[in-house]
């Protein structure tokens, strides 16, 4: 388990990272979530001991990362944001030299280097020096040294940076992958799809602050009066607008041209009620659509901005 | 999941690293040696001649300074390659490995060391032929002087990393004190050659001490004062200790504070 307790961090006059607690349980997927300058990549620092706190301690595994660096940092693996790496080697001496450094047994090393190249697809580009790869292949070859470490607690900010569908879509498998092996993960992003498709968790942060912490789905249903259902039907029918909003968990009604447009809680259960009250009053039907709120709109309603 | 590495382990591979990278830079070796190469048959023979009516064996006299003024020169990269590493953040990764800061401090100051005695080993045996001198045993010693020097230097250039920010300044910082160390010392020219005023400088440069030890065991009828001796080490003492203490006190306060 990590947990952060009271974390702060100020670098000169910037504060940061601001009184953060929350806690990442063991073998799950935490979802950073934040936008740039939100200080998730700070927040990770701190944990993998490479900025002192300014304030309050994080304890990794039981291990404090201000008395324990050591101890901490052989449990973390990290992606960085921006490929960090020598240039001028190749991806194989990058992945051989950081197996090396972060203790992969040397009987499984040139296998685990070979078998995650390959799935990057880089294979026949391990030998040339990364400053002349593009910069999807460089962020690959950043998350390669994760991949290729396996370390207990494997740290991923913007994985997904720069990368085509395909590839994004294989990282999200490895990733998954990873936990099944038992790897806690924490992923920074500022991508609400990667948050809400992989975390198990999310963590909100705005301006420094942790504002929220729990599940995607947990939040989203928090979200009480966010549903919204669209009916679009032959001809407006006026007298609709008064029959829906009678029901409880309706917020507002309106008719915007012929599509009826609901604000309420709990769409989907009520959507055969309210289907049934439209088609007794005349209306006729032509699509329905039920819209959810998204963690999008959960990042919206918390921090007041949106993230992308 | 991957085990902890041994201290030892960690001080080789940081060591490798800095080997590798200083290898993948053919054209900083090429350059050096081809400098190296045609200082010692061109400069040095053509001195040589002009110096041979003095009574003078230039030649002999330079291929030391020669080997001497390129082990200087090398490890003087260390610094740049920190300064470098922090530019672009590759400090931050380092530091998230799993090994102490003390650790990494020492490897890379020894690093700086390493890579330069590897490469000038060569130079040291072609140097020792041409001067007629075939102890192995004088050879390593040669080479463990040698070695002393550079870990002083590499302390030298990360102390100068650690407090200059701005990058050009730091270059040229670099440079003048790469120029100072080798040319303000008895590496290429005797000292009694040099301006007066510089004399007293050049007799207690740590180049100048490291270049007549080694002429003293390579070639006959020259000595070095145990002074001398005392003078690379204080050296190695102070700028290895200085580096690491600059380096550790920037690494643990914060980089960025």
Same mark, same amino acid.
């Given at each position: 388990m990590i947990e952060f307790k009271d974390v702060s961090k100020s670098f000169k006059n910037v504060d940061a990272v601001k009184g953060v607690t929350c806690e990442i349980r063991d073998r799950e997927i935490f979802g950073l979530l934040g936008p740039n300058g939100a200080g998730k990549t700070t927040l990770i620092m701190t944990m993998a001991t490479v900025y002192n706190p300014t304030k309050g301690e994080v304890v990794v595994d039981g291990h404090r990362a201000?008395?324990?660096?050591?101890?901490?940092? %052989?449990?973390?693996?990290i992606s960085f944001q921006d490929p960090k790496y020598d240039r001028i080697l190749s991806a194989r001496e990058i992945l051989e030299w950081h197996a090396k450094v972060t203790g992969v047994e040397k009987g499984v090393r040139e296998t685990r280097i070979d078998e995650v190249l390959s799935k990057f697809g880089l294979t026949g580009e391990a030998k040339k020096r990364t400053w002349m790869l593009s910069g999807g292949t460089k962020k690959k070859i950043e998350n390669a040294k994760v991949f290729v470490q396996r370390p207990k607690i494997?740290?991923?900010?913007?994985?997904?940076?720069?990368?085509?569908?395909? %590839?994004?879509? &294989?990282?999200?498998? &490895?990733?998954?992958?990873l936990r099944d092996e038992g790897s806690t993960v924490v992923l920074a992003t500022n991508m609400m799809d990667?948050?809400?498709? &992989? %975390?198990?968790?999310?963590?909100?942060m705005s301006r420094g602050e942790m504002v929220q912490v729990g599940e995607p789905g947990r939040l989203k249903g928090s979200l009480r009066g966010r549903d919204v259902i669209e009916l679009k039907l032959e001809a407006p029918v006026p007298e609709l607008v008064g029959e829906v909003t009678k029901a409880e968990e309706v917020e507002e009604a309106r008719f915007e041209g012929d599509v009826l447009k609901i604000v309420l809680s709990n769409g989907r259960g009520l959507l055969p009620l309210i289907l049934n009250v439209v088609t007794a009053k005349g209306g006729k039907v032509q699509t329905a659509n039920l819209k959810e709120p998204s963690l999008e709109d959960v990042f919206l309603f918390y921090t007041g901005m949106k993230l992308t | 999941m991957s085990s902890k590495p041994s201290p030892l382990f960690v001080l080789w591979v940081l060591i490798e690293r800095d080997l590798r990278t200083l290898l993948k *830079?053919?054209?900083?070796?090429?350059?050096?040696?081809?400098?190296?190469?045609?200082?010692?048959f061109v400069f040095a023979v053509l001195v040589n001649k002009l110096a041979t009516s003095l009574g003078f064996n230039y030649f002999d006299f330079? *291929?030391?300074?020669?080997?001497?003024?390129?082990?200087?020169?090398?490890?003087?990269?260390?610094?740049?390659d920190l300064f470098e590493e922090e530019e672009l953040g590759l400090l931050d990764y380092l530091l998230s490995l799993p090994f102490g800061h003390s650790l990494f401090v020492?490897?890379?100051?020894?690093?700086g060391a390493v890579r330069g005695?590897?490469?000038?080993?060569?130079?040291?045996?072609?140097?020792?032929?041409?001067?007629?001198?075939?102890?192995?045993?004088?050879?390593?010693? *040669?080479?463990?002087?040698i070695f002393v020097l550079a870990t002083g230097i590499s302390g030298l250039s990360i102390t100068l990393a650690m407090l200059i920010r701005n990058a050009n300044r730091f270059d040229i910082t670099i440079a003048l004190a790469e120029l100072a160390t080798v040319r303000v010392s008895a590496a290429i020219y005797p000292l009694v050659y040099m301006p007066k005023v510089l004399q007293p400088v050049a007799s207690y440069s740590p180049v100048t001490s490291a270049s007549d030890i080694v002429r003293a065991i390579f070639l006959p009828g020259y000595s070095s004062a145990p002074y001398e001796t005392l003078i690379l080490i204080l050296f190695l003492v102070v700028f290895f200790g200085l580096g690491s203490a600059f380096l550790f006190r920037k690494i643990e306060g914060g980089r960025f504070e």
């Open positions: 201000g008395t324990e660096p050591d101890k901490v940092k %052989s449990l973390i693996g494997a740290v991923f900010d913007e994985p997904t940076a720069y990368l085509d569908v395909p %590839s994004r879509l &294989m990282v999200w498998d &490895m990733i998954d992958e990667e948050a809400d498709r &992989m %975390s198990d968790r999310v963590g909100i | *830079s053919p054209w900083i070796l090429i350059n050096r040696t081809a400098f190296f190469l045609i200082q010692l330079y *291929s030391v300074g020669a080997v001497v003024s390129t082990i200087t020169s090398i490890a003087f990269i260390i610094g740049e020492i490897g890379r100051a020894l690093g005695l590897i490469y000038v080993t060569p130079m040291m045996i072609l140097v020792a032929y041409l001067d007629g001198y075939f102890s192995p045993v004088g050879i390593v010693g *040669s080479l463990l002087v």
